[in-house]
């Protein structure tokens, strides 16, 4: 199966539920044209979609090495893509590196403590990543707790996904609280700058 530049640049701007339905090459055709594009940074790759995609580790280690000097992705959908804990941790080293990615959604794949664990340890000096989605893998309450530990040092983390894992409420609850007191601040900081700029107009 042949895809011409055009279509891939449509189906980058599709919603991560409208990924393509390829089979065989015609999806490794398409993972090494995603693979292409971020690694040359092009301007259209601002959002990679990849839901359903059966990504080799190889190739997602090619992904995650091209993605350490990208500054143009910005959003990362690797749901439904099989990734373990190795592949996990390949994007850890990602996320330690890279300074523009905004979102990284790694929904039901098969990732366990092991793999939250690296992704924690790498967001601990992250100052990008804003959301995480880890819904329906493998978590356990280990790997919860390193999530909740690392949210005591990480400034911009806002909302962590982790429904449909075997970690407990007590340790969800804490992350959503978390999260939330975060995204308040945020919006708080954003009221006073509000009006801070308001009554500046005002004295003008």
Known sequence: MCIDLP?????LQRTPTDYPN????GQKRYIKKMISLIDKNDPSATEVVLNGFDISDAKLAV????LVNNTVVEKLHLDRTKISDKGAS??????????TLRLLSLNDNQIRSAGAEALATA???????QTLRL????I???????LKKMLRYNESIREIILDGNAISLTILDKIDDKCKMLTSIDQSISTVSTTEIEWADLSD
Do not use: I, W
Not at 22 to 25: D, E, L, P, Q, T
Not at 123 to 129: F, G, I, K, R, S
Not at 141 to 146: D, E, T
């Open 7 to 11: 279509l891939y640049n449509l189906l």
């Open 22 to 25: 390829m089979k065989g090459y």
């Open 63 to 66: 992904m995650a090495m091209a």
């Open 90 to 99: 390949l994007l850890a080293y990602t996320l330690q590196q890279n300074v």
């Open 123 to 129: 967001l601990y000096d992250n100052e990008t990543l």
């Open 135 to 138: 819904a329906n893998n493998d």
């Open 140 to 146: 356990g309450s280990r790997g919860g707790k390193k």
